[in-house]
């Protein structure tokens, strides 16, 4: 609950996400059917880690650094995106495929599905090696799919402020499966173990070229239409930073007062991380626990029952 002192500063924060992320756009209801779980539903992990926008937000930064690493999938966005003129835009789209996803109706999250299915029929060519890529092809899906699940938990289990047990991290990289298969993955890391190994396996195939240091060049620079732009995105770039695995901060050469710096962000973020929960109490999250009958305190809880399963 808010106090006398909390309650400007949730305030801000609120006219901020807002303006970064504007509610409405997207064209996609959270609130019908009565009843329907959608996708994951309210005893998901996945509701709960999605639910929380200090990690969702450092940790799909996290991720485009994972990403601008695979020459790849870095090749389809180079290409096919408008990524260096409306970064913002994009940010925008991606953040309302994972809501849509994750907390809309089952025939809304299908219909999303299908429709970035369509798209990356459309996206293909070759690498500045010379090499193919497909973004429908089964194996780059499946990094988008890794980098982004990896990062999101990490995101969640640094800022969210509510401890994650370990079958709940493992839940949630199984419950990944339903969205990521349906997009045309192969070989979805299903828990801890496997993602770990995933990533190994992966790496090999990793560069930090110009290419993906232009990419985060872009990402350092970005115009963000609120105001104290610079502060707000230098803080959550650094707090998405402080996510990565260490081989890829090696890979991507920050050095040691830029990891110091990106530690200082993520304990400014957690610091920060009460306030937005309080500044944003009708998020898609919550919006879909109504939607199915029950409170949205669910979502900073886990369910007892499930401690012991699965």
Excluded: K
Aim: aromatic share 8%; proline share 7%; hydrophobic share 45%.
């Amino acid at each position: 609950m808010s106090s006398p002192l909390t309650a400007p500063l949730a305030a801000a924060l609120r006219h901020w996400v807002l303006g970064v992320f504007p509610r409405g756009q997207s064209g996609i209801d959270y609130d019908a059917p009565p009843g329907d779980p959608g996708l994951f539903g309210p005893e998901s992990a996945t509701w709960r880690v999605h639910a929380d926008f200090p990690g969702m937000l450092a940790g799909g930064l996290c991720a485009l650094m994972l990403q601008a690493l695979h020459p790849q999938v870095l090749a389809g966005v180079w290409d096919h995106s408008d990524f260096r003129s409306d970064l913002v835009g994009r940010l925008r789209r991606t953040t309302g495929f994972v809501a849509g996803t994750s907390f809309a109706g089952t025939a809304e999250a299908e219909r999303l599905i299908a429709r970035v299915r369509a798209i990356h029929l459309h996206v293909h060519g070759t690498t500045a090696d010379g090499v193919p890529y497909a973004a429908s092809d089964p194996a780059l899906l499946s990094w988008v799919h890794a980098s982004e699940a990896y990062a999101f938990l990490q995101g969640f289990r640094m800022y969210a402020g509510v401890e994650m047990p370990v079958w709940a991290q493992d839940r949630y990289y199984a419950e990944g499966e339903r969205v990521a298969g349906a997009l045309g993955a192969i070989e979805i890391p299903a828990n801890r173990a496997e993602m770990t190994m995933y990533l190994d396996a992966v790496r090999p195939h990793l560069r930090y070229d110009d290419r993906a240091r232009e990419v985060l060049q872009v990402l350092s620079r970005i115009r963000l239409p609120v105001p104290g732009a610079a502060i707000s995105r230098g803080l959550f770039l650094g707090a998405g930073a402080a996510l990565l695995p260490p081989w890829a901060e090696r890979m991507l050469g920050f050095t040691t007062l830029q990891r110091a710096r990106h530690r200082a962000c993520a304990r400014v973020l957690r610091g920060l991380a009460p306030l937005f929960h309080i500044a944003l109490p009708d998020g898609a999250g919550a919006r879909a626990c109504r939607r199915v009958g029950v409170s949205p305190a669910i979502l900073r809880a886990w369910p007892q029952a499930e401690s012991t399963s699965g």
